[in-house]
Nanobody, 120 residues
Framework: QVQLVESGGGLVQAGGSLRLSCAAS????????MGWYRQAPGKQRELVAY???????NYADSVKGRFTISRDNTKSTVALQMNSLHPEDTAVYYC??????????????WGQGTQVTVSS
């Protein structure tokens, strides 16, 4: 079992920055890929970004060039640096960990979520 704890959400003005962090504990040796999803009110949960243990990354088109995902493999932590935030980035952001293969990323474990609100 893996436990994920997020931190760093909050309220920021449009154009500002926030950094989300996530720490994993438990059976961390089984973690291959860590990432972030988000869910805005009334919308489906969507992938924001993921990063494999080997360094492969993938970003949603809507955040490319603005968000950066990083991880510390020795500590099983992942961070999401969010710059040039837009009001449409407002959502609950979920840290996740799971498996990656040629078919893509498949989260298995989820954090409780952290709210990010961007005011216009």
């Amino acid at each position: 079992q893996v436990q994920l704890v997020e931190s760093g959400g909050g309220l920021v003005q449009a154009g500002g920055s926030l950094r989300l962090s996530c720490a994993a504990s438990g059976s961390i040796f089984s973690i291959a890929t860590m990432g972030w999803y988000r869910q805005a009110p009334g919308k489906q949960r969507e992938l924001v970004a993921y990063r494999t243990a080997g360094g492969t990354t993938n970003y949603a088109d809507s955040v490319k060039g603005r968000f950066t995902i990083s991880r510390d493999n020795t500590k099983s932590t992942v961070a999401l640096q969010m710059n040039s935030l837009h009001p449409e980035d407002t959502a609950v952001y979920y840290c996740n960990a799971g498996n990656y293969n040629s078919a893509g990323y498949f989260p298995r474990y989820w954090g409780q979520g952290t709210q990010v609100t961007v005011s216009s």
